[in-house]
């Protein structure tokens, strides 16, 4: 039987009863943990069970995680945003200023060229050149005179644009040219 009763030489009914009954006992938690790891459907249930816990608590935080890279993203593009709309501010100011300078110069350099090209020329040619427009003023029609007096309205009213381009016309100009004579 075990040791317990072999050591001892005769056990009394009622402790033989007892080591049956533990006996039993065991043996049901024997059975019980057997039968635990041969059922196969049972364990196979429980280990989906977890899976899916762990399926679920995954799916949580990437939710979480989606949700949180969502609001940084809002956040990075209104940042962005901001950056942008001050940049395009700071550059149409640096433009316009830009292209007063430009247009202050070039006046000013228009106004040289005109002064030194009547320096310059010969009172015989300046009245030659008056009477010349006279005579064109006279014979030309009145729709081109009224076409022309409309392009000049024109250009009154879009005065600043048309100087802006002509200083770029005129910068361009010059960046070419000097990058000629390099």
């Avoid at 006992?25 to 280990?47: C, F, I, N, P, S």
Wanted: avoid cysteine.
């Amino acid at each position: 039987m075990n040791d317990r009763t072999q050591g001892e030489g005769s056990a009394t009914p009622e402790q033989l009863r007892e080591q049956v009954e533990h006996t039993r006992e065991e043996l049901g938690r024997t059975v019980e943990a057997l039968a635990a790891k041969a059922d196969v459907g049972a364990q196979a249930r429980a280990k989906a069970a977890e899976v899916q816990e762990k399926a679920a608590e995954i799916k949580e935080q990437t939710a979480e995680k989606a949700a949180e890279l969502k609001e940084q993203t809002a956040e990075k593009a209104a940042e962005l945003k901001a950056q942008t709309a001050h940049k395009t501010a700071e550059l149409k100011e640096q433009t316009a200023e830009k292209g007063a300078l430009v247009s202050g110069r070039i006046r000013e350099k228009a106004a040289q060229v005109a002064g030194a090209v009547k320096d310059k020329t010969p009172d015989p040619v300046l009245d030659r050149a008056e009477r010349i427009a006279r005579a064109a003023a006279e014979r030309t029609p009145d729709e081109v005179r009224t076409a022309a007096d409309d392009v000049v309205l024109v250009a009154r009213s879009h005065r600043t644009p048309l100087l802006v381009g002509a200083a770029v016309v005129v910068v361009l100009l010059l960046v070419r040219r000097s990058r000629r004579r390099k």
